[in-house]
C-alpha cells in the first residue's frame, strides 16, 4: 500500500517559473527523502531530510517537513525544461517492521515547457 | 564505477510462466532491495537482502521469491506469472542494510501477455 499522497497529481508549468510538489504521509518516521524518475526510468535520489529537521536546501532544490501535519514540499526554483520528470516522496518509517523499507507515494509528474 | 546493473532490460512472458530477474549492487554495497512499480504507481517494497539473509518483506504472495549470493548480486524469482505482475521491477543498493542512502537501477520491465 502507499503510504503517502503526493499533490498536484500532474504540474505544467513554463520555464524560469518554480515548482511546488507536496507529499503527505500516515505514520511516524524517521526520515524522507524526494526522488526524480525520468520517463520510467530507475529513480535518482535528490535529497533526504531527517524527522527532526524542518527544512534543507541542495542547489535549486528547497525542502521542508512538518511532522506534526505529516507533510513534505519540494521546492524546484527557476525550473528548466530538463526538469522534466516524475517526482516521488518516500518515507523510511520509524519502527516499522521491514528492515531497510521505503514507501512511496503515487509521485507528481512535472512537465516544464521550454 | 559502475552502478546498480539490472538485466534484462525487457522482458516479456506469458501467464504462468517463471522469471528470473537479476541485480548486481555497486561495489562494497551489501544490501540489495527490491521494488515493483506498476505504470501510474509509485514502487513498492517487495524484499530486502543484506548479508546473503532475507531482512525484509513486503506485502507481496510466495509467489515472489528472492535470494542473494556471496558476491553481493541478487535475484527476484516471480512463478506463475499472473497479468498483473507486469510492471517495472527496480533493484536499489546500498551499504549497509539500513542505510539512509539507496542508488536504484534502472530497472527491467516485464510485461505479461
Known amino acids: 500500500s502507499q503510504q503517502g499522497e503526493e499533490d498536484p497529481q500532474a504540474l505544467s508549468i513554463q520555464e524560469g517559473e518554480n515548482a511546488t510538489m507536496n507529499c503527505s504521509y500516515k505514520t511516524s518516521i524517521n526520515n524522507l527523502q524526494w526522488y526524480r524518475q525520468n520517463s520510467g526510468r530507475g529513480l535518482v535520489h535528490l535529497i533526504l531530510i531527517r524527522s527532526n529537521e524542518r527544512e534543507k536546501h541542495s542547489g535549486r532544490l528547497r525542502v521542508t517537513l512538518d511532522t506534526s501535519k505529516k507533510s513534505s514540499s519540494l521546492l524546484i526554483t527557476a525550473s528548466r525544461a530538463a526538469d522534466t520528470a516524475s517526482y516521488f516522496c518516500a518515507t523510511d518509517d520509524e519502527g516499522g517492521t521491514s528492515y531497510g523499507k521505503l514507501t512511496f507515494g503515487q509521485g507528481t509528474i512535472l512537465t516544464v515547457h521550454p | 564505477d559502475a552502478g546498480v546493473t539490472q538485466s534484462p532490460t525487457h522482458l516479456i512472458k506469458t501467464r504462468g510462466q517463471h522469471v528470473t530477474l537479476r541485480c548486481s549492487p555497486i561495489s562494497g554495497h551489501k544490501s540489495v532491495s527490491w521494488y515493483q512499480q506498476v505504470l501510474g504507481q509509485g514502487p513498492q517494497f517487495i524484499f530486502q537482502?543484506?548479508?546473503?539473509?532475507?531482512?525484509g518483506r513486503g506485502n507481496f504472495p510466495d509467489r515472489f521469491s528472492a535470494r542473494q549470493f556471496p558476491n553481493y548480486s541478487s535475484e527476484l524469482n516471480v512463478n506463475a506469472l499472473l497479468l498483473g505482475d507486469s510492471a517495472l521491477y527496480l533493484c536499489?543498493?546500498?551499504?549497509?542494510?539500513?542505510?539512509?542512502?539507496?542508488?536504484f537501477g534502472s530497472g527491467t520491465r516485464l510485461t505479461v501477455v
Open positions: 537482502y543484506y548479508e546473503k539473509e532475507e531482512r
Open positions: 536499489a543498493s546500498s551499504l549497509v542494510g539500513g542505510s539512509l542512502s539507496y542508488t
